[in-house]
């Protein structure tokens, strides 16, 4: 067979040197595209926030009077950095666990790295739980 016609078979069933050279290259940059990837995600959140928290109970007011104000009083743990200033939802769940009350409060700054913290929620109707959702900290 003559060069010529090798050529052309070798381009026909894609087994020129060409293009083995360029899936070599495509395979190395998807390889480093992984490993970079891999090290975004490992090392960017090598900074997690501390700030933890832990629901203790809660006491529900749904007392219907004359005026059918309806309350719930959550308490909760806070954990995080000493002085650092923290922010968290609190939210009163009905029987279907749809959202009757919500607020967002904002914790004082403490010494100390644990704070125990007991917040009102005025609700729209009568509510069979209450709790904190999620406390984060807040930046200055």
Not at 81 to 99: F, M, W
Not at 108 to 132: C, E, N, W, Y
């Amino acid at each position: 067979m003559t060069e010529i016609a090798s050529e052309s078979v070798a381009d026909r069933y894609g087994a020129s040197r060409s293009k083995r050279w360029d899936r070599r290259v495509g395979w190395t940059l998807a390889s480093v595209a992984i490993v970079v990837g891999v090290l975004v995600i490992a090392f960017g959140n090598w900074r997690q926030s501390t700030t933890e928290f832990q629901n203790i109970g809660f006491t529900l007011n749904n007392d219907s009077g004359d005026a059918e104000i309806f309350s719930a009083t959550t308490r909760f743990e806070v954990n995080a950095e000493p002085g650092a200033r923290v922010s968290c939802a609190v939210e009163a769940l009905n029987t279907s666990k749809a959202t009757v009350g919500w607020k967002v409060v904002d914790l004082p700054v403490i010494d100390s790295r644990s704070q125990t913290v007991s917040v009102d929620i005025v609700t729209l109707g009568p509510a069979t739980a209450a709790h904190a959702k999620a406390c984060w900290p807040v930046e200055p």
